[in-house]
């Protein structure tokens, strides 16, 4: 299976820096047997799009709503995104859980509502710090994927999910491979137990992944790529870690 980079900008860019991040992106990808993926903010979609055009580079959004359309001031809905070239959406990331209050629940409907529209979701789940010393790691990120296979049946091989640690994003401080293994290997008996057979379903890594750690995280046999924050937004750093990933694919 070809491993997944995905890029999560977060409220980060311009017209300036993008169109040179991009480029540089793009040119150094070349040949890449590895799928990547940038995901940006909404009003740069269309920016972006246009400088993908061409290339293997494909397009996500940060956050989808939940609703169809309507009075949802501040939203952007599913079908916009289609729109505008978008084959991915991260969901339930922990900065829209935290700060704005995101339920499992409302996680589970934004997953839906992208899969209706023909766009993958990328749910994030991930334990704070508190709730790793707890020991409730496995009880937390069980709780936040069940939710979404739950609400969204048969569709849920589509999915792709995310083991982002809350204490290993934007931290410096990441989890080392055998714990992000461990964690791994739950979530896919998870998904397997949910679909009822083994096709696989990208379960990636977050958490402060970068050019000098990718490599032996992407060796684990159950991590299938990266959502990647910081190290997205430095061509050169995006650039080794998706080649680390053309390395190690399983
Ligand atoms: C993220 O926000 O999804 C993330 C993984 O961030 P960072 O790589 O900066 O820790």
């Avoid at 937390?140 to 995310?162: M, P, T």
Wanted: with cysteine.
């Amino acid at each position: 299976m070809r491993k997944l980079i995905a890029g999560n900008w977060k409220m980060n860019g311009s017209i300036a820096a993008n169109d040179a991040l991009v480029r540089a992106v793009i040119a150094g990808m070349a040949g890449a047997d590895c799928s990547v993926a940038v995901c940006v903010p909404a009003p740069y979609l269309a920016q972006v799009q246009m400088l993908r055009h061409g290339s293997a580079l494909e397009l996500g959004a940060q956050d989808v709503s939940q609703h169809e359309q309507g009075a949802y001031t501040g939203e952007v809905s599913a079908s916009m995104l289609k729109e505008f070239g978008a084959r991915f959406a991260i969901v339930g990331h922990s900065e829209r859980r935290q700060y704005h209050c995101e339920s499992d629940a409302v996680v589970a409907d934004k997953a839906k509502i992208a899969l209706a529209h023909g766009i993958t979701p990328i749910v994030c789940v991930g334990e704070t710090l508190a709730e790793r010393e707890a020991g409730r790691t496995e009880e937390v990120v069980k709780r936040q994927l069940a939710a979404v296979i739950h609400a969204n049946g048969h569709c849920i091989s589509e999915i792709a999910v995310a083991y982002e640690p809350v204490w290993a994003i934007g931290t410096g401080r990441t989890a080392t491979p055998e714990q992000a293994q461990q964690v791994h290997s739950v979530l896919r008996a998870q998904l397997k137990a949910a679909t009822g057979h083994s096709e696989r379903i990208h379960i990636l890594y977050g958490g402060s992944m970068n050019a000098a750690n990718a490599a032996s995280l992407l060796a684990q046999p159950d991590i299938d790529g990266g959502l990647i924050g910081g190290a997205s937004l430095k061509a050169a750093d995006f650039l080794q870690i998706i080649a680390a990933a053309c390395v190690a694919r399983a």
